[in-house]
């Protein structure tokens, strides 16, 4: 199986796949693909023998936002003897190409942001706080925010969020482990 799909690809074989989003539940309950089972990134380890058995069914598509999170996820899987595909430019290039997106039925639960806003008030809200303190008790909290800028460099050349990954671990991105069982549960297997 290719390591990306194209969303054209998808559509004509979404009724032969097991889709996996690896997105927060929040970012899930947002719009998801089809049929799509969401087991987010931070919980893929617990989610192996489940994604092992699911995968001797019928291959495995794995998507996100725009497609770093479900790259990292097929990497994890690969290297579990898993096989599984990304879908290219995740669930914004779905939506962006005419495809559906399906959400649960609205729940008393307020709204939670997507990952990447989430990014973007944090790192935003740091900068903001180092800049001030630097001009108003003294110039060295100035290094909050080039340490905010550093980051965000070396995460755009990586590909990678190291604050993403850590406000994945917050109380309110993660699962409830009765949810996480359910979805396992629900996985197609032998």
Known sequence: MNTTLTTSAVRERLHTLIVIDVRTPGEYADGHLPGAHNIPLDDLEHAMPALREAADVRDLLVV????????SATVTLSRNGIPA???????AAWAAAG??????????????WAMDRQVRLTAGSVVLLGLLLGLVIHPAFQLLSAGIAAGLVYSALTNSCAMAKLLGKLPYNRTDRTDLNSTLAALPHN
């Open 99 to 112: 495809g559906d997106l399906h959400r649960p039925a609205a729940t008393a639960a307020a709204p939670k």
């Open 85 to 91: 595909a990304g879908l290219e430019g995740g669930t």
């Open 64 to 71: 996100c936002a725009s497609g770093n999170r479900s790259q």
